[in-house]
């Protein structure tokens, strides 16, 4: 991969992380004490226990969030890898056979990491 596509590739991987980071504080906060640095919020779910159907919903909010949260997590976890392995040089190379990825791939998911042919 030339370095031209690869600062293409760097710079989509870049407002990537930007966005899922603001998603992610939408459905959570930030807590570097967990695994992935995330954890999700209901807003007041700890006060105002008196009506139990509120909490209820509360609880089913913050149950909700949760999982969009991993979801994103888990993306973002693969998109800091991604920049992880422009700055180390390794990007873009298969991890299963070491050849390098389809620029195509590369470029419909930036941080790919095995070849498409792989995935069959
Ligand atoms: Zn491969």
């Not at 991969?1 to 992380?17: R, V, W």
């Not at 299963?96 to 419909?108: G, H, M, S, V, W």
Request: hydrophobic content about 35%; proline content about 2%.
């Amino acid at each position: 991969m030339n370095k031209k596509d690869q600062e293409f590739l760097k710079k989509k991987l870049l407002l990537e992380k930007t966005e899922l980071e603001e998603e992610l504080s939408s459905v959570g906060q930030r807590n570097p004490a967990v695994a992935g640095g995330w954890e999700a919020t209901s807003k007041g779910i700890e006060v105002d226990a008196a009506d139990e159907n509120e909490v209820a919903d509360k609880f089913e909010e913050y149950e909700e969030n949760a999982g969009i949260l991993k979801r994103l997590e888990d993306q973002l976890i693969e998109v800091k890898a991604a920049l992880e392995r422009i700055e180390t040089g390794n990007y873009g190379i298969c991890e299963t056979c070491q050849k390098p990825i389809e620029k195509e791939r590369l470029e419909a998911n930036p941080s790919a990491r095995i070849s498409l042919k792989h995935l069959h």
